[in-house]
């Protein structure tokens, strides 16, 4: 169980990312180079000492540190003070006090906006400690403010602490201090940009980790054999996810998920209205109210067992047994498999009305199942189970509403 929480700021506790890509492009400009915002955003939660070198590695350091100066100014001046804290960070707090967690906030801001910023969430009662690049050598993603905030949390030592940030930049330098991170979404990156920088577990943010605190490290004990066994089998897991024939599966596990499924439906309702065909066309209903049904029947299951996902299981070192539970976090979801469920019943589904072509549509559904268990993203028991809610879906559909969409 964690006893110490390293939270970075920005973007993680106030919402300023986006405030802080403006102020750079701002102060590139000023100084000629106009660079993209999308470009600058991606590099936010740098320190500028890392994040100039990054987009304009010929600048002399001279001039880097004049424009680094500038958006410093800039910032404080035009939008510091637009700043906003995400819902819940107080209530966060309380409730890691109340379980005995040490706080510290580490961030590579300077110490006076690290400071405004804590007395922005009101959370001066709460935190234990503050890190600012002031203080350190180097901004992240170098781990120097990281191994700062590690010589407060005493006699708590690296074992007994979790980072928790929103940026990739974040993830890095912990990953760089030998310690773990959970990711929040609150900052704008991507889920798979977090996950493979090494973040453990999401959370949308401080409300969300609240909600599922009961499940989260900070109130779980660690497991003894049984999660050193699961370490061992997701850092395997992990090495087999980042072969390039497993990432090359990509794409065709994508046709499974819900979006694509949803379209393919609607596309064979659509030819089947437009060319005439009542028969391709209540084929479509069918199999759109058959993934639509299985789609509720994984959901309803999914929120009553947690089971760590082969993706997560290196990192968070817990055994792998689907067990009751209720959290939302994607990395806890694994039972049972959507994609299997999904592919399943709309597979069936066309199979009903048009048998002659049950093998390919078999086939196709088989592939996009199997394909989630190299990609480490499901148990085989995972597929299992959500096959069997697919076929049964169905089946429900069909005795339901045997004449769905026709005349």
Not at 59 to 66: I, N, T
Not at 88 to 113: D, H, K, N, P, Y
Not at 215 to 221: D, G, M, P, Q
Not at 314 to 328: F, I, L, R, Y
Request: net charge negative; glycine share 10%; charged share 25%.
């Amino acid at each position: 169980m964690a006893r110490a929480a390293l939270f970075d700021v920005d973007g993680t506790l106030v919402d300023t990312n986006d405030l802080h890509a403006s102020a750079w492009r701002q102060a590139f400009l000023h100084f000629g180079h106009d660079l993209a915002q999308d470009v600058i955003r991606g590099q936010v939660g740098k320190g500028g000492d890392n994040l100039i070198p990054t987009l304009l590695p010929e600048l002399d350091e001279g001039r880097a540190k004049a424009i680094e100066d500038y958006r410093s100014d800039l910032f404080k001046r035009d939008y510091l003070a637009r700043a906003v804290p995400f819902p819940g960070v107080r209530e966060l707090f309380l409730r890691m006090r109340e379980s005995g967690v040490t706080i510290v906030l580490a961030s590579s801001a300077g110490e006076a906006e690290v400071a405004y910023h804590l007395a922005l969430i009101g959370c001066e009662d709460l935190v234990s400690a503050t890190t600012s690049k002031d203080e350190v050598g180097a901004s992240k993603p170098c781990p120097d403010i990281f191994e700062a905030a590690l010589r407060k949390i005493g006699p708590l030592g690296r074992e007994d602490a979790v980072v928790i940030g929103d940026s990739p930049w974040d993830v890095k330098a912990a990953a760089k201090a030998g310690l773990r991170t959970i990711g929040f979404r609150s900052g704008g990156f991507e889920d798979a940009t977090l996950i493979e920088a090494g973040a453990f577990v999401l959370y949308d943010g401080p409300r969300h980790l609240l909600a599922d605190y009961e499940n989260s490290v900070f109130a779980k004990e660690e497991e003894g054999p049984r999660a050193q066994g699961g370490r061992g089998v997701g850092e395997g897991a992990r090495a087999l996810c980042e072969t390039p024939l497993i990432k090359a599966l990509s794409p065709i596990a994508a046709l499974g998920d819900q979006p694509q499924l949803r379209i393919l439906c609607g596309a064979v309702i659509a030819v089947g209205l437009f060319g005439g065909d009542r028969r391709l066309a209540r084929t479509g209903w069918r199999m759109l109210a058959a993934h639509t049904f299985a789609t509720w029947t994984k959901d309803f299951v999914k929120h009553r067992v947690d089971r760590v996902r082969p993706r997560a299981l290196a990192e968070k070192g817990e055994d792998a047994t689907p067990e009751p539970g209720n959290s939302h976090a994607k990395e806890l979801t694994s039972f049972p498999s959507g994609h299997s469920a999904g592919a399943a019943a709309v597979a069936r589904a066309y199979a009903r009305d048009y048998p002659e072509h049950q093998g390919p549509a078999y086939a196709a559904a088989a592939v996009l199942a199997a394909v989630q268990v190299p990609r480490c993203a499901h148990y085989p028991t995972d597929i299992g189970a959500g096959l069997a809610i697919g076929v049964a879906a169905e089946a429900a559909v069909s005795r339901l509403v045997p004449g769905l969409g026709s005349d």
